[in-house]
């Protein structure tokens, strides 16, 4: 498992556990895949390890040479076997602010909610050009980082506050997280 993410590892775990049925023996290393794979059967990792591990698989690329048996990576997304399994989307970011504050700041947390959605709208309206500029120095190609920021949902919706909540149960059920927390919807300057 990757330390670089407690929401991914946590997801994976719940997969493996809950829908595959698997009592696996983890350990935590770097957020590389090929070092993960020189003592384990299977890594989690996130960003950009995972995302060269999703590129070169569908690339043909060979493995780490300490595993010759395999003639390439097989490579899952844990959001898309989550969605698979619940019907539900995955949710790993929010943003989100204390509810005392938005009750007392309304208007300064509507302000920076209209700003989050314009700069949104604007980098989902460039998409091509966001992709062009974030491949810089990365490795990866700007068509590649288009087809990865396309799989991205870019709202939180009633579906995805359904995931969020049926993650959470989960997670509680492992004692990952308290077991109720309520969550409000802050809608253009009213917390709902």
């Known amino acids: 498992l990757t330390a670089t993410s407690r929401t991914t590892v946590l997801l994976a775990r719940i997969l493996l556990e809950d829908l595959l049925g698997l009592s696996p023996a983890y350990f935590t290393g770097p957020p590389d895949p090929a070092e993960l794979l020189r003592t384990a059967d299977a890594a989690v990792v996130i960003g950009d390890p995972a995302l ?5 698989s569908r690339a043909g690329t060979s493995p780490p040479a300490e595993r010759p048996d395999d003639n390439r990576l097989r490579v899952h997304d ?7 399994w619940t019907g539900l989307p995955m949710v790993f970011a929010v943003w989100a602010v204390r509810r005392e504050y938005a009750r007392r700041r309304p208007e300064a947390v509507a302000a920076a909610h209209r700003s989050l959605l314009r ?6 309206g ?3 050009a966001v992709s062009a500029e974030a491949a810089r ?3 990866f190609s700007a068509a590649q980082l288009g087809v990865y920021y396309r799989t991205l949902r870019y709202h939180l919706d009633s579906r995805g506050l359904q995931g969020v909540e049926r993650f959470a149960a989960l997670a509680a059920a492992r004692g990952e997280v308290p077991s ?9 300057g009213a917390v709902l």
Not at 78 to 84: R, V
Not at 119 to 124: C, K, P, W
């Open 180 to 188: 109720h927390v309520d969550i409000e919807a802050f809608d253009g």
């Open 78 to 84: 844990t959001a898309t076997l989550w969605t698979e």
């Open 119 to 124: 700069a949104r709208d604007l980098g989902l």
């Open 52 to 56: 060269r591990a999703f590129f070169d």
């Open 126 to 128: 460039s998409l091509d």
């Open 137 to 139: 120095g990365t490795g």
